[in-house]
């Protein structure tokens, strides 16, 4: 099957809509279904964004950026989810009530079809946010359409996203903490503030996460720095740490976040 064919399949899934509201984290996921919704389906796409602490600013300014350029029809909401105890409990289904809470917020919105951009890929892993998109009946155009995450990042490439296209995985910053370490604003900007300046001295397609582990706070990247660079990160992440009462421990290989769920239960 062509990436022709694959598109058709997609807008066909979009087809079956008369109006949808589509949930934008500023992934390259549900980037390009909004993209690709907003240009070639008969659907009236609303792109819907959620503005909180765990979000990255460059995600929101993504968002931001593309809905001038493509001229989508933008609402940016608050879902509230660091007012939910059972999401600042940070339990392992911590995106159960993450997502319940965003779903919520995007149901007083509109009365329509929610749209998420989950993959085929995404259903082989822990995803507990997929149990609160089933029960506000949130619709998977990709699943639908038998798209994996290298079609989505075939596409972004076919239609000029490059942006999209050279994106790194972008999970929530909650994402970085340990399951069981409760989540708070204070370590969501630490994290957000030390990535971007970690990113600001690697190259522009490494991964990189700043994670908060019982013992302390761990980088993991890919490619893994060497040598003077890795020994630059270290100290500056030493400086960053002691400035605010933490202890880094350490930089490993980038591993995706179910491994880090994995090593939390073990």
Request: proline share 5%; aromatic share 6%.
């Amino acid at each position: 099957m062509t990436l022709a064919d694959r598109q058709a399949d997609l807008v066909s899934a979009l087809d079956r809509h008369a109006a949808l509201a589509i949930a934008v984290s500023g992934g390259v996921d549900s980037m390009v279904l909004t993209y690709l919704a907003s240009r070639f389906s008969r659907a009236s796409v609303t792109a819907v964004h959620a503005v909180s602490p765990a979000v990255p600013a460059l995600a929101t300014a993504r968002v931001e950026a593309h809905a001038r350029r493509h001229a989508w029809a933008l609402r940016l909401v608050d879902a509230r989810e660091l007012e939910d105890p059972s999401y600042r409990a940070n339990p392992v289904n911590r995106c159960f009530h993450c997502k319940t809470n965003l779903y919520a917020c995007i149901r007083k919105v509109t009365s329509g079809p929610i749209a998420s951009g989950t993959n085929i890929d995404d259903l082989g892993d822990y995803r507990p946010g997929l149990e609160a998109a089933r029960q506000y009946g949130v619709v998977h155009p990709f699943v639908e359409a038998g798209l994996h995450k290298a079609d989505i990042y075939a596409l972004a490439r076919a239609h000029g996203l490059d942006d999209l296209a050279a994106l790194p995985a972008q999970p929530c910053l909650a994402s970085r903490i340990e399951t069981g370490i409760g989540v708070d604003a204070t370590s969501l900007r630490f994290i957000e503030a030390t990535e971007n300046e970690l990113g600001a001295l690697l190259p522009a397609t490494s991964a990189i996460r700043c994670r908060i582990i019982a013992g302390g706070i761990c980088v993991e990247c890919a490619p893994l720095p060497q040598d003077d660079a890795r020994a630059r990160i270290e100290q500056r992440m030493h400086e960053l740490c002691r400035a605010d009462g933490r202890r880094f421990i350490g930089m490993r290989p980038y591993r995706r976040g179910s491994a880090f769920l994995r090593d939390a239960a073990e």
